[in-house]
Nanobody, 120 residues
Framework: QLAESGGGLVQAGESLRLSCAYS????????IGWFRQAPGKEREGVSA????????YYADSAKGRFTISRDTAKNTVSLQMNNLKPEDTGIYYC???????????????WGQGTQVTVSS
């Protein structure tokens, strides 16, 4: 299971920290990614981390502003989002796969999502 938390309404330039709590599987053998879906748009990859070695991947839109991290003791993967922009608005999902990086089609397991709204 995957469960996101931490979404909310913020103004442009502010920050949010999303958390993804996972259970029922071992992260070490896979990858956990963060995705978002804005109204009327396709789901897109934002960031991902491999469980075996902690390698991280970011979409161009996230580089320099977002940071993905893990807390092994708490079984969570977090996404720190700084300098948020209105175009970051959407439902943010975490997902798990054996491989997949930023391609949502390769992720079979998904959380329910958390809403992020950035006002201008």
């Amino acid at each position: 299971q995957l469960a996101e938390s931490g979404g909310g309404l913020v103004q442009a330039g502010e920050s949010l920290r999303l958390s993804c709590a996972y259970s029922g599987f071992t992260f070490d053998g896979g990858v956990i990614g963060w995705f978002r879906q804005a109204p009327g748009k396709e789901r897109e990859g934002v960031s991902a981390m491999t469980g075996s070695d902690g390698r991280t991947y970011y979409a161009d839109s996230a580089k320099g502003r977002f940071t993905i991290s893990r807390d092994t003791a708490k079984n969570t993967v977090s996404l720190q989002m700084n300098n948020l922009k209105p175009e970051d608005t959407g439902i943010y999902y975490c997902a798990m796969a054996t491989y997949g990086f930023l391609d949502p089609d390769l992720y079979p397991y998904w959380g329910q999502g958390t809403q992020v709204t950035v006002s201008s």
